[in-house]
């Protein structure tokens, strides 16, 4: 009688060892899926320090071609100013005024961080799908934008005020070689629709500059 108990199946033993086994199996999938998703966080952690970075960067610039601008524009009003006097105009202002009027480096787009994330296959790292949208929309169509306009601005002033310039007045020896050409119609045509070029670069460059800190302020969140 004694060997038919010892030897007689027990559901309640082996339902307590499935229980076990099942936790056992459970947490060691919760421990890998814990430390997957720290990885991850981790992950994300840096690329967006790194993506922080870019957009600081950018910042500095679009404040510092802001300020510039503003004092091209501020010049560009003083030569037409200055042209519409004629031959009769202060020739002492003029020779200042070719000298203090220089164009800026060009804009130059700091986008390594969010290039290096997008060619690793990794940009859904980033878990925000809104974070993401501000990322393209900053990096891809805003920056971009800036250069463009830019580009066009500086593209006018190559094309008819430099060489104008450098025709007309040597610097070092303070002489005016042929201010004829300073009156000239089309040089005056084009001195007159500076201001524009200038302005829609400004329009652009401000809109870009808040979405850069929108965008910084998202990103810093996003790493509390």
């Known amino acids: 009688m004694r060997n038919r108990r010892d ?5 309640g033993g082996a ?5 076990l086994i099942t936790l056992g199996i459970y947490l060691a999938f919760a421990l890998n899926n814990w430390g997957e998703s720290r990885k991850e966080r981790e992950a994300e952690a840096f690329y967006l320090s790194n993506l922080l970075g870019d957009v600081e960067r950018s910042i ?14 501020s010049g560009a009003r003083v030569l037409d100013g200055l042209l519409a006097q004629g031959r009769r105009v202060d020739r002492d202002s003029l020779r200042n005024y070719l000298n203090s009027f220089n164009t800026n480096p060009r804009f130059r787009m700091d986008n390594y961080s969010y290039q290096s994330l997008l ?3 990794e940009y859904r790292t980033i878990r925000s799908d809104s974070l993401r949208n501000q990322l393209d929309r900053f990096f891809l169509q805003l920056l971009q934008g800036v250069i463009t306009t830019e580009g066009y601005y500086l593209d006018r002033l190559d094309e008819y005020y ?5 025709s007309v007045y040597m610097g070092r020896s303070n002489e005016f070689v042929n201010i004829d050409r300073l009156f000239d119609p089309v ?3 084009n001195v007159y ?15 870009t500059l808040d979405a850069a800190y929108a965008l910084k302020e998202q990103i810093e969140r996003q790493l509390e």
């Open 15 to 19: 339902f307590r060892e499935l229980i």
């Open 193 to 207: 629709v500076l201001p524009a070029y200038i302005r829609q670069e400004m329009s652009h460059l401000k809109v």
């Open 7 to 11: 030897n007689k199946f027990s559901w």
């Open 162 to 166: 430099y060489p104008v310039k450098e």
């Open 119 to 121: 060619q690793s296959g």
């Open 60 to 73: 500095t610039q679009l404040e510092f071609h802001l300020r510039s601008d503003s004092s091209q524009l």
């Open 187 to 189: 040089f005056r045509d």
